[in-house]
C-alpha cells in the first residue's frame, strides 16, 4: 500500500490536500494537456486499426467525448 503522502491522488480522495488550489491558468495548461494525451490516444486506436464493428467503434469514439466533456 503506498504512502498517502507519496501519492498526491489519494490526498484528494480523503479531502486532505496539503496543496494549494490551482490558478486557472494552470487549468487551462493541464485541460490542454489532457486534451493532446486524448488525441494521442484517438490516433493510437486508428494507427493500430482495431477490428471494431460499427458498434465498437461508435461506442469507442462516445467514450472518448464523454471523457472530454467530464474534463
Not at 29 to 56: G, H, M, Q, Y
Given at each position: 500500500?503506498?504512502?498517502?503522502?507519496?501519492?498526491?491522488?489519494?490526498?484528494?480522495?480523503?479531502?486532505?490536500?496539503?496543496?494549494?488550489?490551482?490558478?486557472?491558468?494552470?487549468?487551462?495548461?493541464?485541460?490542454?494537456?489532457?486534451?493532446?494525451?486524448?488525441?494521442?490516444?484517438?490516433?493510437s486506436?486508428?494507427?493500430?486499426?482495431?477490428?471494431?464493428?460499427?458498434?465498437?467503434?461508435?461506442?469507442?469514439?462516445?467514450?472518448?467525448?464523454?471523457?472530454r466533456?467530464?474534463?
Amino acid at each position: 500500500m503506498p504512502n498517502p503522502s507519496s501519492n498526491p491522488g489519494q490526498s484528494t480522495r480523503t479531502g486532505k490536500s496539503g496543496g494549494r488550489p490551482l490558478t486557472v491558468l494552470e487549468l487551462v495548461v493541464v485541460l490542454e494537456e489532457l486534451d493532446r494525451v486524448v488525441a494521442e490516444l484517438e490516433e493510437s486506436l486508428t494507427e493500430l486499426a482495431l477490428p471494431f464493428d460499427e458498434a465498437s467503434h461508435v461506442a469507442a469514439r462516445e467514450a472518448i467525448a464523454a471523457a472530454r466533456r467530464d474534463v
